[in-house]
């Protein structure tokens, strides 16, 4: 038997999708129907999707490549439009398993959090 899978979106990556909807509802609102914030909207739907059908979906990133920022034991890259990346940790117990969707961040971002680029 399959256990359900839920995702959640916490802190950085909720304040992020919430900043990304209202962009995409003011430009439906203005009559735009294919701007890059909209494609990154769509894309973190259908990743979000992606991780309910199968959580282990994204990259694993090496624990000893996890920045101590996120205080977790496990996390996961997606790639998202745009160069933007979604980072999530997976917890489960015996009856669901619930992925946190903890950072959704352009390229830049991104580096500087891995420690990939000083800047």
Same mark, same amino acid.
């Given at each position: 038997?399959?256990?359900?899978?839920?995702?959640?979106?916490?802190?950085?990556?909720?304040?992020?999708?919430?900043?990304?909807?209202?962009? *995409?509802?003011?430009?439906?609102?203005?009559?735009?129907?294919?701007?890059?914030?909209?494609?990154?909207?769509?894309?973190?739907?259908?990743?979000?999707?992606?991780?309910?059908?199968?959580?282990?979906?994204?990259?694993?990133?090496?624990?000893?490549?996890?920045?101590?920022?996120?205080?977790?034991?496990?996390?996961?890259? *997606?790639?998202?439009?745009?160069?933007?990346?979604?980072?999530?940790?997976?917890?489960?117990?015996?009856?669901?398993?619930?992925?946190?969707?903890?950072?959704?961040?352009?390229?830049?971002?991104?580096?500087?959090?891995?420690?990939?680029?000083?800047?």
């Amino acid at each position: 038997m399959n256990k359900p899978v839920r995702v959640i979106l916490l802190d950085e990556a909720d304040i992020e999708y919430r900043r990304l909807n209202e962009i *995409v509802g003011q430009q439906i609102k203005e009559g735009k129907d294919s701007t890059e914030e909209m494609q990154l909207l769509k894309s973190i739907k259908q990743k979000i999707e992606f991780i309910k059908s199968n959580p282990f979906y994204g990259d694993n990133i090496k624990k000893d490549r996890i920045p101590d920022f996120y205080n977790v034991k496990n996390l996961w890259r *997606v790639e998202l439009t745009g160069y933007w990346r979604m980072i999530y940790t997976i917890k489960g117990d015996q009856i669901e398993i619930i992925c946190f969707i903890l950072d959704i961040m352009d390229h830049d971002k991104y580096n500087k959090r891995f420690g990939y680029r000083k800047n």
